[in-house]
């Protein structure tokens, strides 16, 4: 028998479990053959099944999204260097209460999509290496100009603030104090309701990259195109679900795509890289659509 060096053998499974990850995003997995031939393989495959878990379900498979909830949870309270492992969490799903048991386990987690109002600071107290969040701004608490903000949002670079209420205003005071945030993510205030002003005069002063989405048809183009090309502020570039004729560079991506992107961040292939490459072309000149 041909006596392969352990790096060699490392090195091809590695790749074969980062393409099977890949290609099946969506926990639960069926496990792989190659994770089943020796400790040796499971121990290398782990890092790369554990590191980012996605969990999507329908109304029509509560009670399985449910089972499979409470299955991940035994597992980490079993295998807690399995819950090490664990650096981000998707779910655009509601029956938070029952992910949030999860939370606690992850001590590494770095990057979290939780899509459900219930979601608070203190469900994440113990995520201290939290840095990339994306929720619905009620995760902002009620505070009083002035007073300390949870070390939680003080300490992440890039947050998506996902369906705000009309009056958006009331959590800008909030984004200006995020001295760490280098990127951001909400949606393009309606003129009638929320001027854009006021968001702009309140992103933090390290911020790179500000993205606005349209989810719906844009009824003033040539205010919108100026917001696009960045004449309002040169970190900002537009996202949005429909094809709009803009003539200035922007980003085009359906809204239940969204969760889907977020988990690209790693493979440098997510919508940060695109609004990068976007803003780099303004101040360069290169107008690349």
């Known amino acids: 028998m041909l ?25 639960p997995r069926k496990l792989p053959p190659v994770v089943l031939v020796c400790q040796r393989f499971k121990d290398w495959c782990y890092p790369y099944l554990y590191r980012s878990i996605t969990v999507h379900h329908s109304f029509q498979r509560k009670t399985r999204f449910l089972a499979n909830l409470s299955i991940l949870r035994q597992t980490f309270v079993e295998s807690p260097r399995l819950a090490l492992l664990v650096q981000e969490f998707i779910v655009p799903s509601s029956y938070f209460e029952d992910f ?7 001590l590494n987690l770095v990057s979290l999509l939780a899509w459900d109002e219930e979601l608070s600071a ?3 107290s113990n995520n201290r290496a939290l840095r990339r969040l994306s929720c619905h701004p009620m995760i902002f608490p009620q505070l009083t100009r002035g007073a300390p903000l949870p070390q939680l949002l003080l300490q992440l670079t890039h947050l998506e603030i ?4 009309e009056d958006s205003s009331t959590w800008y005071s909030v984004i200006a104090r995020l001295d760490n945030l280098t990127h951001f ?21 390290n911020l790179r990259v500000c993205i606005l989405c349209a989810w719906i048809r844009v009824d003033d183009p040539a205010r919108v195109k100026e917001i696009a090309s960045g004449q309002v502020d040169q970190r900002i570039v537009l996202l949005s679900d429909a094809h709009v004729d803009l003539e200035v560079p922007h980003i085009f991506l359906r809204h239940s795509k969204i969760s889907i992107d977020w988990g690209r961040y790693w493979a440098g292939e997510s919508y940060w890289d695109k609004a ?13 659509q």
Not at 100 to 106: E, H
Not at 162 to 165: D, E, N, T, V
Not at 189 to 203: A, K, W
């Open 3 to 27: 006596d392969i060096p352990t790096e060699i053998e490392r090195l091809c499974v590695e790749i074969f479990i980062s393409d099977f990850v890949l290609e099946y995003p969506i926990f």
């Open 100 to 106: 949030v048991k999860i939370l606690p386990l992850c």
């Open 122 to 124: 203190s469900d994440l």
């Open 162 to 165: 996902l369906s705000p209420p």
């Open 185 to 205: 993510f909400t949606e393009l205030p309606d003129p009638d309701d929320t001027p854009l002003e006021p968001l702009v005069s309140h992103l933090p002063p």
């Open 276 to 288: 990068e490459l976007i803003i780099k072309n303004r101040t360069t000149g290169n107008a690349v």
